[in-house]
């Protein structure tokens, strides 16, 4: 099942983001800086975030992000590619990452690793990777001075930036594989990923899409280890901006009730009483979405989206409420605050939080 969607703009107000430490630009490095801070640069204030690895399902980058979203300017640091050596990983920035974060009004600053460690252990890996900090002050200086949106900045760095930028990363490797004695993964992989900016940012765009419906593909036939659903409808949802920019997700679970779609993304926990708050807030930014949909149809008919957080738990022994939550046993304070703010967020931008028990599997 394929459900189709808009977004003309998003309107959201976050409550479960960290208290941000505060930072001046005066000493910046990005390798020191936590995974997100505000940053003060002569008056400038704005939120920062960085990923480890251009992969959207490593390290909670969603999580970071979300805890900048509560700024009025807010930035992220992303590598273009990583590579942690031919026993390694290989990781190129996709299309929809770079989608998504200008449909969150966030400037990306498209980033390389400029040095690194040899693994102390495994053979032709690295660790520690560092990225160039020079170039992402420059950047960040130019988004101090730019006045258009962040989806305009994100395209002009992929159009004007990226071609040099692949090559700096490229050429990076080859320098730390020489000094440290690692080999990488095979050359040809940058140079396929570099043709497609040959073009314009076009071929990147198809490429990436094609990447996304294959795995919202594959996401339809599997049911995650840290899923556990109370059915086992999936859809894929495909969701188009105010320019035709189209970006591809698939819901954990569908419910349709009438009129009403009921689109949820499942977190489960087996040897906790909740998901992690990464897992949360992975799944909050996903609410983001699905809470600003528009003229949202399947089959040609027409439905109203209900958005619906569901955390699931094997070591819940009952479900819990939002009145029961300040009276329940299992949870202890923290989790308590947690879920205090999680459905305050929920009332105020309109969607729904269920959390369930589960059999134990």
């Given at each position: 099942m394929n459900i189709t969607a808009k977004i003309t703009g998003i309107e959201y107000t976050p409550k479960l983001?960290?208290?941000?430490?505060v930072f001046d630009f005066d000493n910046f490095n990005i390798n020191d800086l936590p995974a997100n801070c505000l940053i003060n640069y002569d008056g400038f204030s704005f939120g920062l975030s960085k990923w480890v690895s251009p992969k959207r399902t490593r390290s909670y980058p969603y999580e970071r992000v979300y805890n900048t979203l509560g700024t009025a300017k807010r930035v992220t640091v992303i590598p273009i590619i990583k590579d942690e050596g031919?026993?390694?990983?290989?990781?190129?920035?996709?299309?929809?990452?770079?989608?998504?974060?200008?449909?969150?009004?966030?400037f990306v600053v498209f980033a390389y690793y400029k040095c690194a460690e040899k693994h102390p252990k495994r053979e032709n890996k690295v660790t520690k990777q560092q990225f160039d900090n020079e170039l992402i002050k420059q950047k960040i200086s130019e988004i101090k001075n730019y006045h258009s949106s962040a989806l305009h900045w994100n395209l002009k760095e992929i159009e004007k930036s990226f071609p040099k930028l692949i090559q700096k990363a490229k050429s990076s490797y080859n320098t730390i594989s020489e000094q440290l004695d690692v080999e990488f993964h095979n050359e040809q992989g940058i140079d396929k990923f570099a043709n497609q900016f040959i073009n314009g940012v076009e071929d990147f765009m198809q490429t990436s899409r094609h990447k996304?419906?294959?795995?919202?593909?594959?996401?339809?036939?599997?049911?995650?280890?840290?899923?556990?659903?109370?059915?086992?409808?999936?859809?894929?949802?495909?969701?188009e901006n105010?320019?035709?920019?189209k970006y591809y997700f698939t819901t954990d679970e569908i419910k349709i009730d009438n009129d009403k779609v009921f689109l949820i993304e499942a977190k489960h926990s087996k040897k906790?009483?909740?998901?992690?708050?990464?897992?949360?807030?992975?799944?909050?930014?996903?609410?983001?979405?699905?809470?600003?949909?528009?003229?949202?149809?399947?089959?040609?008919?027409?439905?109203?989206?209900?958005p619906v957080l569901k955390l699931t738990s094997s070591k819940l022994t009952s479900n819990i409420f939002q009145s029961e939550?300040?009276?329940?046993?299992?949870l202890n304070q923290r989790q308590k605050d947690i879920l205090i703010k999680l459905f305050n967020e929920a009332n105020e931008n309109n969607f729904k939080v269920v959390i369930e028990k589960t059999e134990k599997q």
């Amino acid at each position: 099942m394929n459900i189709t969607a808009k977004i003309t703009g998003i309107e959201y107000t976050p409550k479960l983001t960290n208290k941000l430490l505060v930072f001046d630009f005066d000493n910046f490095n990005i390798n020191d800086l936590p995974a997100n801070c505000l940053i003060n640069y002569d008056g400038f204030s704005f939120g920062l975030s960085k990923w480890v690895s251009p992969k959207r399902t490593r390290s909670y980058p969603y999580e970071r992000v979300y805890n900048t979203l509560g700024t009025a300017k807010r930035v992220t640091v992303i590598p273009i590619i990583k590579d942690e050596g031919k026993k390694g990983d290989r990781d190129f920035i996709q299309w929809d990452t770079v989608s998504l974060m200008s449909l969150l009004d966030v400037f990306v600053v498209f980033a390389y690793y400029k040095c690194a460690e040899k693994h102390p252990k495994r053979e032709n890996k690295v660790t520690k990777q560092q990225f160039d900090n020079e170039l992402i002050k420059q950047k960040i200086s130019e988004i101090k001075n730019y006045h258009s949106s962040a989806l305009h900045w994100n395209l002009k760095e992929i159009e004007k930036s990226f071609p040099k930028l692949i090559q700096k990363a490229k050429s990076s490797y080859n320098t730390i594989s020489e000094q440290l004695d690692v080999e990488f993964h095979n050359e040809q992989g940058i140079d396929k990923f570099a043709n497609q900016f040959i073009n314009g940012v076009e071929d990147f765009m198809q490429t990436s899409r094609h990447k996304a419906q294959e795995a919202q593909n594959r996401e339809m036939q599997t049911i995650q280890p840290k899923e556990s659903l109370s059915t086992l409808t999936k859809a894929t949802i495909t969701i188009e901006n105010y320019l035709g920019g189209k970006y591809y997700f698939t819901t954990d679970e569908i419910k349709i009730d009438n009129d009403k779609v009921f689109l949820i993304e499942a977190k489960h926990s087996k040897k906790s009483i909740l998901p992690s708050i990464g897992d949360i807030k992975d799944g909050l930014l996903k609410m983001i979405l699905y809470s600003n949909l528009k003229d949202v149809s399947i089959n040609d008919i027409t439905y109203t989206a209900v958005p619906v957080l569901k955390l699931t738990s094997s070591k819940l022994t009952s479900n819990i409420f939002q009145s029961e939550i300040r009276t329940n046993s299992e949870l202890n304070q923290r989790q308590k605050d947690i879920l205090i703010k999680l459905f305050n967020e929920a009332n105020e931008n309109n969607f729904k939080v269920v959390i369930e028990k589960t059999e134990k599997q």
